[in-house]
């Protein structure tokens, strides 16, 4: 089984800031990779797919990147509805899917 | 407007049974996988397993495999999971979401189990 690691745990920053989060993988499973955000009490919204194409409807501050065992997505200016977890997904095989620990960004 | 509608939150016993509900509308609910996924309280995300509503073809987690059971009534485009026997570390949030071009992307608004003596 593909595990991710997610770094870092927690990321304090202001809005306006960029950020930059990481998802690491065990073993390399070409770019099979999605990012997801979840809100308190909200089910999880896909941002990005195989690793760097946004999905419809989300805004272009939001990009992802990588390939292989690192990956990462990037918030270039935060906005104060971006202050959320992020996880990523792996899909290296149909059947096999996980996510990370995700990552929570939060109002410094 | 693609929609995926769970059932209600449950509280439940310890060794009974429960099944709940994903209805899916507003697409062709056959030609897509169905994803269930699990959030433990204060938890991440954990990935159950997937139906295909056309075929019902299956596939389990095996974390899960054994534990609970996927299936799909494509009459009423809904798909379901349920256990025969609960116990307490079932309790979470699960959702059901639409597996297109190989990621979720409509999720349910999430159903919440309590398993609780």
């Known amino acids: 089984e593909i595990v991710l690691t997610q770094s870092p745990a927690t990321l304090s920053l202001s809005p306006g800031e960029r950020a930059t989060l990481s998802c690491r993988a065990s073993?390399?499973?070409?770019?099979?990779l999605a990012w997801y955000q979840q809100k308190p009490g909200q089910a999880p919204r896909l941002l990005i797919y195989d690793a760097s194409n946004r999905a419809t409807g989300i805004p272009a501050r939001f990009s992802g990147s990588g390939s292989g065992t690192d990956f990462t997505l990037t918030i270039s200016s935060l906005e104060p509805e971006d202050f959320a977890v992020y996880y990523c997904q792996q899909r290296s095989n149909w059947a096999r899917v996980t996510f990370g620990p995700g990552t929570k960004v939060d109002i410094k | 407007e693609v929609q995926l509608v769970q059932s209600g939150a449950e509280v439940k016993k310890p060794g009974e049974s429960l099944k709940i509900s994903c209805e899916g509308s507003g697409y062709n609910f056959n030609n897509d996988w169905i994803d269930w996924v699990r959030q433990s309280p204060g938890k991440g995300l954990e990935w159950l397993g997937i139906i295909y509503p056309a075929d019902s073809d299956t596939s389990y987690s095996p974390s899960v495999q054994g534990q609970v059971t996927i299936s799909v009534d494509k009459s009423i485009t809904t798909a379901y999971l349920q256990w025969s026997s609960l116990k307490a570390s079932d309790t979470a949030i699960y959702f059901c979401?639409?597996?297109?071009?190989?990621?979720?992307?409509?999720w349910g608004q999430g159903t919440l189990v309590t398993v609780s003596s």
């Open positions: 979401a639409r597996r297109n071009g190989g990621y979720d992307d409509y």
């Open positions: 073993q390399d499973f070409s770019s099979y």
